[in-house]
């Protein structure tokens, strides 16, 4: 009975191609996704249902998706990436991203991963969003916004063009 137990406390669920694992104590580490997020964290589920997009600039937004790529760098145990990550999932889907735009990295709360190595991307604070624009890095939203997720990303782009 004890060794059932110990197996269960150390039980790690993986999915079949080992890209991401929730430990024992809900952290989701590696590469993540909406389903992941909307299947097992209950916050994630509120508050992207809850979050209304600002539609004058998601039109403002939707004509750059093609050219758009996001690293989002959370913690599933962060308050701000519980915060700030249902509500850009939601923009994503309104400007209708691809999934293939936007990578979930889901990290330890020492801000690394045991399934990706996210050293070179030099995350400090979570969640971290790096915005691309045409293949290149043209900015960061670091731990909160300024004025809102689609705001804050539609200044970023206007300012990189």
Same mark, same amino acid.
Not at 55 to 84: I, N
Not at 119 to 133: A, G, K, M, N, R
Not at 137 to 154: C, V
């Given at each position: 009975?004890?060794? =059932?137990?110990?197996?269960?406390? +150390? ?8 890209? *991401?694992?929730?430990?024992? !104590?809900?952290? +989701?580490? @590696? %590469? &993540?996704?909406? /389903?992941? =997020?909307?299947?097992? *964290? +209950? ?9 209304? #997009? !600002? ?6 937004? %939707? #004509? *750059? ?9 959370? @913690?599933?145990?962060? @308050? ?6 249902? #509500?850009?999932? %939601?923009?994503?889907? @309104?400007?209708?991203? $691809?999934?293939?735009?936007?990578? =979930?990295?889901g990290t330890l709360r020492n801000k690394t991963s045991?399934?990706? $190595? ?14 691309? *624009?045409?293949?290149? /890095?043209?900015?960061?939203? &670091? ?5 809102? =997720? /689609? %705001? !804050?990303?539609?200044?970023? &782009?206007?300012?990189?063009?």
């Open positions: 009975m004890k060794l =059932l137990v110990a197996i269960a406390a +150390a039980f790690v669920y993986m999915n079949s191609s080992a890209q *991401y694992c929730i430990t024992a !104590d809900s952290i +989701a580490d @590696g %590469k &993540i996704t909406h /389903e992941l =997020l909307t299947t097992n *964290y +209950a916050w994630y589920a509120q508050g992207y249902a809850n979050y209304k #997009p !600002d539609e004058v600039t998601m039109a403002q937004l %939707k #004509p *750059y998706t093609t050219d758009l790529r996001f690293v989002v760098v959370l @913690g599933t145990w962060c @308050g701000d990436s519980r915060e700030h990550i249902p #509500p850009f999932m %939601k923009v994503m889907h @309104g400007i209708e991203a $691809d999934n293939n735009q936007v990578e =979930l990295i045991s399934k990706i $190595d996210v050293s070179s991307l030099h995350i400090e604070y979570v969640p971290t969003f790096i915005v691309f *624009y045409r293949s290149k /890095e043209i900015g960061r939203i &670091i731990e909160d916004t300024k004025i809102s =997720l /689609e %705001k !804050d990303l539609l200044t970023l &782009i206007q300012n990189a063009r």
